[in-house]
């Protein structure tokens, strides 16, 4: 009777550590699948040309023609840097091929130099634990010179400034700051405060603030006061995203990203808060990557995700579309290996995101048929077997595809209860 | 025993005659500050070019409205009153005053600061029509711009002329402090 016992005590014991070897091996088994197959995804360089009037795509392993137009023509080095000459206008400079203009447009070092953008965003960006505490710098240093604040502000249900030496609230500028902001019909909690806490630029814009309304609020330090001003720009827009921009022209203030997937630069002039839309499909910031070369004429905007890179050129100063342009990705070893290893796989880890906690994810259903294979296996592997055990096994084995597999046959059997 | 307290009492005696010697400067300090707040006198853009030349270094409040800023450094503005048409010029100064923020265009804002003078002497001005002159013959398509100066110029002689003067002044202000008025 006691032994009876003992085997059932040990299968229920095994069932559980079955279970729990099948699911380490859903989180182990894919990342190293992947290292063995996986391909680095490269995508070319997209540049608008402005003397060709189309997309050109840049790619140095080739040496002898680097770049190429969305029409297949090839260019050799030299064409590369005439071509695109506001892109290579430095080397065109130490070679003294610099034009003097272009369409009636002075095109020295330093024009181009204040018209150029360059800015990349990643989902990761969008999709990262914060801290929850600022530094706000003096926009308007009198000496000149940014310099790092010698406290820091957490605006949650309200604002506060917090002395980093002494660990206290500066309750009069707290107040100073709060009691502005409710004048200006900020409504709290704050859902984001957006800025860039960073000497090493060459003006500061302070804060972007999301109140509880979904209103954007601008709040910097200027002469060690306040400036806070609603931006009205939700007026028009449903904004869930900001990303600061120290543009050298000061044209804009940064990106702004809309919840219909609309990506806007912020301008300002005169006090007024102006979004403009750049003229691309919708943008999904939790999966696709942006990246933004400008200069004096066009933007050369780039979106990456998992269908390929599409390439899109907008004009400098209205960003509506004058060109596009896109490369298909090509599937690796490892996006079939993937489709039909399991079912479904464990991730604590995202390319997109950088909170860690676990996640299922589906491979569709090429892994089904074979996890239905695995389990007709096991069952010709297991018909010696009693019929609850065999029955455990092809389940297990059908949910989880090789993972179970794996882990039924490395453990030991079910004990037969006589 | 008797010194001790004689020490003690003198101590005591110090420390109160500080406190109030404290207490009594920071009154001094606090009222001369109000003092000099009451003294400095506010005006409009036009009534202080009005009486401009006989305030000159002195500190003075102007209201008036930012027409412009440097969007670069911020370091100076351009304010306007009722007349849309005479602008002034206000430079960052002082230790408190970094700039004005480009936002400022379109607000209206109390100054305070030092009026400045600069003159225009009779030989600048001499140099300064030379070299319009020298422009206009090079017929490089700036005729319209150097019309304007020249009538610029003609317009300054004729205000030295009427006002006895042998230089023209033109006024600017080394800014302080500002409050914007809401």
Redesign the interface.
Known sequence: MGRKVSMRSYNKLLVVVIIFTTTVLMWVIPPFAKELTKSPEKYPMGYFSSRLERLCLVDFSDKEFPMRDKLGNKYNSDQYDTLLPLLNYRRLMGKGLLPDSMRGVETSPRTLMSKSVVFTHKPIDFQSPHVGLYGLL?????RGNLEMPTDLFRIKDRVEFIDAQSNSVDIEKSAKFGNLLLKRGYTFPTQWAKGDCNTRKAYDEGYFLLDANGRLF?M?M???QP?I?DTQVSEEIDIIHYVPYNAPD?RFYGFLFSSGGGVYILE????IYTPRKIDIPEFDLTCDNISIMGNIFYWTVSVTNDSGRAYYAVKTDDLSKVDSFKVERTADLWDMTQEWLMPITISFQSKSSDYIYPRLLFNGCKSLILSLLLSLVMIYISRKRGVREVIFRMFIVLATGVAGFIAILILPNFRKIN | MKTKHYLIALVALLAVSCIGAGNSNQTSTSEAQQQTKAEIKTYSLEELLEVASTLVDEKVTIKANVTHTC??S?RRCFVTGDNPNVSFRVE?AG?????????????ELAITGILREKRLTQEYIDQWEEQVKEKEGKEDGSAESCGAETANIQSIRKWMKDNGKDYYATYYMDGE??EVIE
Do not use: I, Q, T
């Open positions: 003096e926009s308007m240093p009198v601008h910097k200027v002469n060690s400036y001003k000061k300002g002039d005169a006090g | 969007k670069h911020g960052a230790s408190r005053l970094g700039g004005f923020n480009r936002e400022l265009v379109g607000s402090s500002y």
